[in-house]
């Protein structure tokens, strides 16, 4: 019914940039919040950054200054600008939407893109 999928993922040195997007498609009526969370391995998944459908946003203090989540509602999409990343920023990172497809909203997931940070 709903699919996200994540793009933009990659390799990269510690300073440098990456962009990921998320695309939502699929039966959609609406969706109200949408995210990202990352997992690196053997650790929990963590919370990285939040934006609700009028554009307010929250993200962990370990992101703050160098992340930004933006979103397109045309396109139903969510991106991430990660800046000036560091080793410690690589893990798996997950797009999330609280969507409505059918009477309410439910969380959907993404298949996660894989970040690596080279020092």
């Known amino acids: 019914q709903v699919q996200l999928v994540e793009s933009g993922g990659g390799l990269v040195q510690a300073g440098g940039s990456l962009r990921l997007s998320c695309a939502a498609s699929g039966r959609i009526f609406s969706i109200s919040t949408m995210g990202w969370y990352r997992q690196a391995p053997g650790k929990q998944r963590d919370f990285v950054a939040v934006i609700n459908s009028g554009g307010g946003t929250n993200s962990a203090d370990s992101v703050k200054g160098r992340f930004t989540i933006s979103r397109d509602n045309a396109k139903n999409t969510v991106y991430l600008q990660m800046n000036i990343l560091k080793p410690e920023d690589t893990a798996v990172y997950y797009c999330?939407?609280?969507?409505?497809?059918?009477?309410?909203?439910?969380?959907?997931w993404g298949q996660g893109t894989q970040v690596t940070v080279s020092s």
């Open positions: 999330y939407g609280n969507i409505k497809s059918g009477l309410y909203y439910s969380d959907y």
